[in-house]
């Protein structure tokens, strides 16, 4: 009965055409690209986000500079110990040395930029004050005053 | 039909190819949105000058404590963290005029007009051993016990509520609501 067949009529039925298969994905990958951002810096401590619910949305992204403070991950607690510690960019460090750290995030934002900038302060929430308390007064002798306590959505 | 063409390039592979640029964006990248609660710390006093306190009404001010326990006290008595908001509402509205909650001044608000703002402080003080997720606790309830006075304020006047206002309005209503939240200076309680 069918119309198309030739003489050699005895069809299998056709694959299915992966063809479009690599634009689906290729259509995932730029979403990924666009949504998402690069992760500047690698994770040393561990930090479980505490949760709020009147959180706002960090506005401008490009003139936050963070301040991660938390228990070493589990593969570094071996040489670090448990105690909360605060990272900065790439690496451990002191709460002296977080005058540098906001001097620096200052000097390569735009000199308009600068009343804007934010700090994020990333803390576990398992933490006890003392250590926050400490990189805040460090901050307002910094003069970085605009900080944000980083949480999670919480409904 | 015997006549062949040239085989296409086999495509199937461009797909694996593009699950592992995928695999790798999936990794190294971080998923947006951060979110989190502003905050303004006060700048840091003068070394030369002189310690002066400034004079506030003491109804003016309500102090929130937070003790190594994460215990909570409002005002004077201990305070469970679910009666936080409603405490700091009333603190803050003083809907009966209350001589013991704050006063209020008429302050004109530019395309507004006259209005009662209150002058009531919140002081927020915490001890070294309060966590983190406690304090975070507290300082979400202090926003929200505002951010709901702003909302009531602007149905009030403009019948929405207030994120759905204009900028101009968001402006009339923070300042007719202020957010006074002082985070006062580190005391050790411990050595005290």
Known sequence: ?155 | MGKKKTPAINSSSTADIAFLLLCYFLMTTTMGSQTGLNRRLPPMPDKDQKVEDIKINRRNIIIVRINSADRLLAGSEPIDISMLKDKIKEFLSNPADDPNLPEKETKQIEGYGPCQVTKGIISLQNDRGTSYRAYIAVQNELVKAINELRDEFSSRNYGKKFANLTEEQQKIVKEAVPQNISEAEPKDTGKK
Do not use: W
Request: hydrophobic share 40%; glycine share 4%; net charge neutral.
């Open chain 1, 1 to 155: 009965m069918s119309k198309f067949g030739g003489s050699n009529s005895k069809k299998e039925v056709p694959s299915m055409s992966s063809g479009s298969l690599s634009d689906i994905v290729f259509m995932l990958l730029f979403f990924f690209m666009v949504t998402t951002q690069m992760r500047e810096t690698e994770n040393k401590v561990m930090v479980k986000l505490p949760e709020a619910s009147e959180v706002v949305k960090l506005e401008r992204k490009d003139l936050a500079s963070y301040i991660n403070i938390g228990p070493p991950t589990r593969m570094l607690q071996a040489k670090y110990g448990t105690e909360a510690r605060i990272q900065l960019n790439d690496d451990f460090k002191s709460i002296e040395d977080i005058r540098d750290f906001i001097a620096a995030e200052r000097e390569s934002m735009n000199e308009s930029d600068r009343a804007l900038m934010t700090t994020v302060i990333k803390g576990d929430m398992d933490v006890r004050m003392g250590i926050i308390t400490d990189v805040k007064q460090e901050l307002r002798r910094c003069s970085a005053l605009k900080i944000l306590y980083q949480a999670r959505k919480a409904e």
